[in-house]
């Protein structure tokens, strides 16, 4: 019991250590289920953050409704179902969270067999969990500016798209394009060179092929929610017609 107590604190220590001293972080072995810790406690923090935000959401969603003419019978029904879908979205962050972790992880993972890097999934699974506290920062922040805008705001259609990258710059940007230069923000970067710093280290790599192959899997990912994006947008458009 000693045992595993030292190891959850250790992990725990190193899932810290990552935001103030990441070259402390990066000479951990990390050996077993390491990955288990920052899901458990980025998990919960991700869970908070989402029911934190769920208030807003629906208020958002009714004076949109509300704006557009709808009944007021049929906006109570869709708020019912809205509030329930996010109380249960808000309950599968988690999940959603580890299948992010666990597909990004096998995409670099594969990528880096082609370099004949001697590191396995699951060390490379805890890289990237090890390296996400920066994307938990990112959505506090995008929590805090919604809160912050005011109860005004949410009558804009796009309130709920606080702009913290380069969609700051490009404010005239709708979606799909919005979304893709949101995603170009400075705690995106930081996730990126955390990646690829850690697979440096652990993979015996130099740091430009590190950063070379985390960032074609990171715009890979990138690319493939735009598509899933503009797929939503492009269905929508055909039901309103």
Same mark, same amino acid.
């Given at each position: ?28 072995? &990390?050996?077993?289920?390491s ?5 458990? /406690? !980025? ?15 629906v208020?958002w ?31 599968? +962050? ?12 096998g995409? #670099? ?8 890097? =001697? #590191? ?7 890289i990237? @969990?090890?390296?996400?506290?920066? #994307?938990?920062?990112? =959505?506090?922040?995008? !929590?805090?500016? &919604?809160?912050?805008?005011? =109860?005004?705001?949410l009558?804009?259609? =796009? ?8 969609? /700051? ?5 709708r ?10 923000? !400075? ?8 990646l @690829? ?16 192959? +985390?960032?074609?899997?990171w715009?890979?990912?990138?690319? &493939?929610?735009f ?5 939503? &947008?492009?269905v929508?458009?055909? !039901?309103?017609?």
């Amino acid at each position: 019991m000693v045992k595993r107590s030292n190891w959850l604190t250790a992990r725990a220590s190193t899932l810290f250590e990552v935001m103030h001293a990441p070259e402390a972080a990066f000479a951990r072995t &990390l050996e077993g289920p390491s990955y288990l810790v920052p899901f458990g /406690l !980025l998990g919960a923090c991700f869970v908070i953050l989402a029911f934190l935000q769920a208030p807003l959401t629906v208020q958002w969603a009714q004076r949109q409704m509300q704006a557009s003419g709808a009944h007021p019978d049929q906006v109570a029904a869709a708020l019912a179902v809205m509030s329930k879908s996010l109380r249960w979205g808000a309950a599968a +962050v988690p999940l959603v969270l580890f299948l992010k972790w666990f597909l990004f992880a096998g995409t #670099i993972w594969l990528t880096s067999q082609l370099f004949l890097a =001697d #590191i396995g999934y699951s060390r490379v699974l805890s890289i990237v @969990a090890y390296s996400y506290p920066p #994307i938990l920062l990112r =959505d506090a922040v995008i !929590l805090l500016i &919604l809160r912050m805008q005011g =109860d005004a705001a949410l009558n804009q259609p =796009d309130a709920m798209n606080a702009a913290i990258g380069l969609n /700051l710059l490009l404010p005239h940007l709708r979606l799909p394009w919005s979304m893709l230069a949101g995603n170009i923000n !400075l705690f995106e970067c930081w996730y990126v060179i955390l990646l @690829a710093s850690w697979l440096s280290r652990s993979a015996n790599f130099r740091w430009r092929k590190a950063l070379t192959l +985390v960032l074609a899997n990171w715009l890979f990912a990138l690319l &493939l929610q735009f598509g899933l994006v503009s797929l939503s &947008l492009s269905v929508r458009a055909s !039901l309103t017609r």
